[in-house]
């Protein structure tokens, strides 16, 4: 095993909204994530998810507010949150979820 | 709940070695730990630990060699593992790794 380099995994990633698992640590991913635009809005019913900005500037759009991430920043959406992502430029973004994370369509 | 800027918790830390959690997303806890110097050896018996370094270098000691993380990169020590941290200067680490983790000495 040797080590990961998060800004070299990241320039392998070719498509927006597509993670890339870069560490596993007991059931849990570390994924990262390159977007751009808006995700649909979904929700994951039994799971939290962590999002860490680790390029640009993420929003996570609730039904009722809007949180801005700006680099460096994190967040936890707990489950049964419905959420949509969303980054005028593109931006890479760290996860922490479960390996196995389902998700719900609105 | 509020979004988590990593520098600003880091900013709270008067202590070495005393890991700070900063996000808690289903059973794992993602910790923040500044340290100098050198930890003891120990292990965890049935869970693996992810190291990130946020500021300046980590190195990893093991039995049979020495790893040395920098700023960006990051590694998991597979639960078992007899393992030492080590930082000549003041470093930043991002841990990720069960809320509950347990450890045992050498």
């Given at each position: ?36 635009g ?13 999002f ?31 959420h ?23």
């Open positions: 095993m040797e080590k990961i380099a998060i800004d070299k995994m990241t320039d392998l990633i070719q498509n927006y909204w597509t993670p890339l698992d870069i560490f596993r640590v007991n059931d849990t991913a570390v994924r990262i994530v390159k977007i751009v808006k995700y649909h809005w979904h929700k994951h019913t039994t799971q939290d998810e962590l860490i900005v680790h390029k640009g500037q993420l929003k996570i759009n609730f039904k009722d507010r809007q949180m801005v991430l700006e680099e460096g920043e994190g967040f936890v959406v707990k489950k049964g949150i419905l949509q992502t969303e980054a005028d430029e593109e931006a890479v973004v760290l996860l922490v979820e479960p390996i196995d994370i389902i998700t719900q369509g609105d």
